[in-house]
């Protein structure tokens, strides 16, 4: 009875990873190998083609954006969250967690919806330009949308909190005597962020990191509302892959690449002191 | 608790019978095409459910037809190169016009053209123009060629449709080449092109590039004439513009796809759109080129005297049609990620 | 004092930052004006006009069956993993624990793709079912970390105490374990919920004909220009999250009451 259990119990999980996880990734390893032929399928033989393609200029700029604009939103969302998170810490625990409650609370609305009302303020024609123009502060209307600027804006907005909860949850833990012993042997605020603070949290800092940059770069929708379709991401380029350009080993290879760079953060994360299981969680 | 469980059991079951229904059509169409009262009132007539899905590109809905399972959709609306393109292909199913009663009604120039000679397996549905619409309010320059757009004061302030068959296709006619050329150097040409007018374009939509014109966004936009004749509407002093080269028509068409599992409901919804008044709301809706005789006599003026709507006969007999390339759309391919 | 005046003004700012785009939103659903620019005067309008539009009411209905199916299942399964995961040693648990962070890690296009590549391959119908089975695909690790976490803090002996007292593996599991990870399991569920209402990108890449979901339609009507109905959507999916939320902190208090008194 007991090995019955243990024995069914175990099924699932050993279907789910083998059918769902494993076999797709497998699979897509396997088709980045494959020849694609002009109508849309590929043909059963071995190629490196699609590799090579890769660093065809024309695709090599599409990573250096992606990475660029990935990077850029990282940055920002890091010196957002950092003096975010330090100053919620200093507030009683109530208001505390009322306060990272209302953090949660509009990610929890639709993600498209929330990069709605950012065109809505961003437009030409937008509140922030009307806004703007009402007070005399700026003649002509600011370019705010369908450039990176927007895209960026999106980006940060929709993964800012990705940064702030493993950021607070480890800042939270740091021994306050620490702190203050540092204050009490003279030590500037600076060296006291730089030598305690930001090793202490280094974990939730590259958990942060990892939840920011890696879903930047696939968020094929922000870059197609935001940016006007004017720039490509290697969300798009691996859409327009699999969508329309019909090249799936192609988009496949993309995808190979992309998982590499992500095994490589996770392996920076992991040598941070990183648990697995902090990843990802709201 | 045990209720959760128990409601949640029976929406599964719901869900099974409802995907088992056995009277749909499931239908493959644009973006912005079919007004969704025209659906709901076919539904009612003929008790079919539709299962209406959008694409916003011929490469968009020929990537869904051959990765969908057979059977998956019914009715798709290619344009005129992808249904030759699908024909060779083998994913249409032939079309008998006998079922159709209402396909007397359709106008001979639409009928065999060269994709489909013999309409074997295409019926034209709507055709579209390439226009450019002009804001006059706030731009005074003479506009007249695709060449116009390169000056300098429009930085910024250009809307282009995102599809690479016809903004290539545009450079390659205001270059003096067809719209169709694959010829390298020509190509090459055609990036400069682009890269020069890309400098003035704030964004790439095919789905709704007349938002940017009406909200002010940009003042110059080149897109499908039914966008335009909707822009119009909302802001009487855009001007339209036939440009100066050939430009492009494109026609959209039935055809069915091959394998399809409801090919009776879907010839009954192609003679349905057939219908004078039927396709007299979709047009108003949505104001693309006529193509139905009996539609025509009872148009209202404010689709008449649309200049993006109702377009000159000459206009569209100079206009260019997008032809299947082969292989050489990786040409294209490429060069669309060069400039994107 | 200056100081405490900077940090909060920070703190408020980063919370408009936060709160900006929904409040827009929110007003503007009651804007007679159709063009989202000035507030010209209220209406209810937009409301009515979202409760005619049939293809967007179905998108909902479907968008609850999936998450709903999916959470379900995904509970069900997540639950059942995370304790076989944390008690037995059998072949393949070491390979099992690694894939398992896969679906958080990775790229969700990535996913996205892989799994559309695969229901080609075995020839699935795109549609409710293959939607379903990616929502579980990528809300089970989450349902098992979330109840993962209270495992670890339960108390070994209660397991030896019920086996000594005669009860199998399976009533162990049953009677003793679960009662206890109702916590986990519920926050799991929570959460793989709401990451299925929400997802835009797998769903863009298995859904088929007739299994439209409310993102995806969401994503075209943004797309095909300005429309104040999404504004009223918004703000009736923002209200009914708010109530959800508000509905479990009043449950959560009101235990907490219950605890102290005891």
């Known amino acids: 009875m007991n090995r019955i259990f243990k024995r069914l119990a175990s099924l699932p999980i050993s279907f789910y990873c083998l059918l769902l996880i494993l076999l797709p990734l497998v699979y897509i390893f396997f088709l980045s190998f494959l ?31 992606s990475f ?93 909190p990705f940064m702030i909860l493993p950021l607070y949850s480890s800042i939270s833990k740091i021994d306050p005597r620490y702190i203050e012993a540092a204050k009490d042997l003279g030590a500037s605020k600076l060296t006291i962020f730089f030598k305690i603070i930001v090793p202490l949290t280094v974990s939730g800092l590259f958990n942060g990191v990892l939840m920011v940059f890696i879903p930047c770069i696939g968020y094929f929708f922000i870059s197609d509302l935001l940016g006007g379709g004017k720039l490509m991401l290697l969300g798009n380029l691996i859409k327009n892959q699999f969508l329309t350009a019909r090249d799936w080993p192609f988009g496949a290879a993309i995808s190979i690449a992309l998982l590499l760079v992500t095994y490589l953060l996770v392996r920076i994360y992991r040598k941070s002191g990183g648990e697995m299981d902090d990843l990802g969680g709201l | 608790m045990k209720k959760i469980v128990c409601l949640l059991l029976l929406l599964f079951l719901v869900t099974g019978c409802s995907s088992n229904n ?112 002009v804001n006059r309010d706030h731009v005074t320059d003479p506009i007249s060629s695709y060449n116009d757009l390169l000056n300098e004061k429009f930085k910024n302030n ?49 789905d709704s590039p007349k938002t940017f014109l009406i909200t002010n966004e940009v003042d110059i936009g080149v897109m499908w004439n039914a966008e335009a004749a909707l822009a119009l509407q909302s802001n009487p002093n855009i001007e ?30 192609i003679d349905y759109l057939l219908r004078a008044d039927v396709m007299k709301t979709i047009i108003e809706e949505y104001p693309y080129i006529n193509v139905n005789m009996e539609t025509e006599k009872i148009l209202d003026s404010s689709y008449l005297e649309n200049p993006a709507a109702n377009i000159p006969e000459e206009i569209i007999a100079k206009n260019e049609m997008v032809e299947n390339i082969g292989s050489d759309i990786s040409k294209y391919d490429r060069l669309w990620a060069e400039i994107k | 004092m200056q100081h405490k005046i900077l940090k909060n003004l920070f703190i408020f ?37 979202l409760f005619e539009n049939r293809s967007l009411l179905e998108a909902f209905k479907n ?42 890690v990775i790229p969700e296009i990535v996913l996205g793709i892989s799994l559309l590549s695969i229901y080609t391959l075995m020839k699935l119908d795109l549609g409710m079912f293959t939607l379903i ?110 109530f959800i939320l508000i509905l479990v902190s009043i449950k959560q208090m009101r235990k907490i009451k219950k605890e102290a008194r005891v």
């Open chain 1, 35 to 65: 020849k694609s032929d002009s109508y849309g399928g590929f043909t059963y033989v071995f190629t490196l083609q699609n590799y090579l393609k890769l660093f065809d200029v024309v695709y090599l700029k599409v990573f250096a954006q």
């Open chain 1, 68 to 160: 660029f604009i990935a990077f850029i939103t990282t940055v920002i969302c890091i010196l957002i969250s950092y003096p975010f998170c330090l100053f919620v810490n200093e507030k009683s625990k109530m208001v505390q967690s009322i306060l990272m409650t209302l953090v949660i609370l509009p990610f929890l609305t639709n993600s498209l919806i929330r990069t709605y009302g950012w065109m809505v303020l961003l437009r030409k024609e937008g509140i922030i330009n009307t806004i703007l123009l009402n007070f005399h502060i700026i003649k002509e209307p600011l370019s705010l949308m369908y450039n990176n600027l927007g895209i960026i804006i999106g980006m940060v907005y929709t993964l800012l």
């Open chain 2, 22 to 133: 056995e009277n749909v059509l499931n239908v493959l169409n644009w973006s912005s095409y079919i007004p969704d009262e025209v659906i709901r009132a076919f539904e009612e007539e003929t008790g079919i459910i539709v299962n209406y899905s959008t694409y916003s590109s011929n490469e968009e809905l020929l990537a869904k037809i051959s990765s969908a399972k057979t059977g998956t959709y019914d009715l798709i609306f290619p344009s005129d190169y992808m249904v030759e393109l699908m024909i060779k292909r083998d994913l249409l199913e032939k079309m008998d016009t006998s079922l159709l009663e209402n396909v007397s009604n359709l106008k001979e120039e639409y009928l065999g053209l060269e994709f489909d000679v013999n309409n074997e397996y295409s019926l034209p549905f709507l055709a579209t123009t390439i226009v450019i619409a």
């Open chain 2, 158 to 206: 250009i809307v282009l449709l995102d599809d690479q068959r016809i903004v290539i296709g545009m450079a390659n006619q205001a270059l003096g080449y067809s719209m169709n050329d694959v010829n390298a150097t020509h190509l090459d040409n055609a990036r400069d092109w682009l890269l020069t007018l890309k400098k003035n374009v704030k964004a790439f939509d095919s």
């Open chain 2, 240 to 269: 339209i513009i036939y440009p100066l080269e050939n430009g492009a028509l494109s026609l959209d068409n039935y055809a069915i796809v091959k394998g399809s599992k409801n090919t009776e409901n879907a010839y009954k919804f």
């Open chain 3, 13 to 49: 700012l980063v919370f408009f930052f936060l709160y900006l785009p929904i409040l827009v939103l929110v007003v503007f659903s009651f804007n007679t004006s159709r063009m989202n620019i000035v507030f010209e005067g209220f209406t209810f309008d937009w409301y009515k006009v």
């Open chain 3, 63 to 104: 968008t609850m069956i999936v998450s709903l199916v999916s959470t379900l299942c995904s509970t069900i399964v997540g639950t059942l993993s995370a304790y076989v995961l944390h008690r037995y040693n059998f072949f393949g648990k070491k390979l099992i624990v690694k894939l398992l962070y896969i679906p958080i």
């Open chain 3, 133 to 242: 089975l990616s929502h579980i695909a990528f809300s089970i690790p989450y349902v098992i970390i979330s109840v993962k976490s209270v495992l670890t803090q339960l108390n070994p002996q209660m397991e030896d105490a019920a086996k000594d007292l005669g009860a199998n593996a399976f009533h162990v599991f049953w009677n003793v374990i679960l009662p206890n990870l109702v916590p986990g399991i519920i926050s799991g569920a929570m959460l793989a919920f709401t990451l299925s209402l929400d997802d835009v990108v797998i769903s863009y890449f298995t859904a088929g004909p007739g299994s439209n979901t409310l993102p995806l339609k969401i994503y075209s009507m943004i797309k095909t220009g300005i429309t104040p109905d999404v504004n009223a959507l918004s703000t009736i999916i923002l209200v009914f999250t708010l």
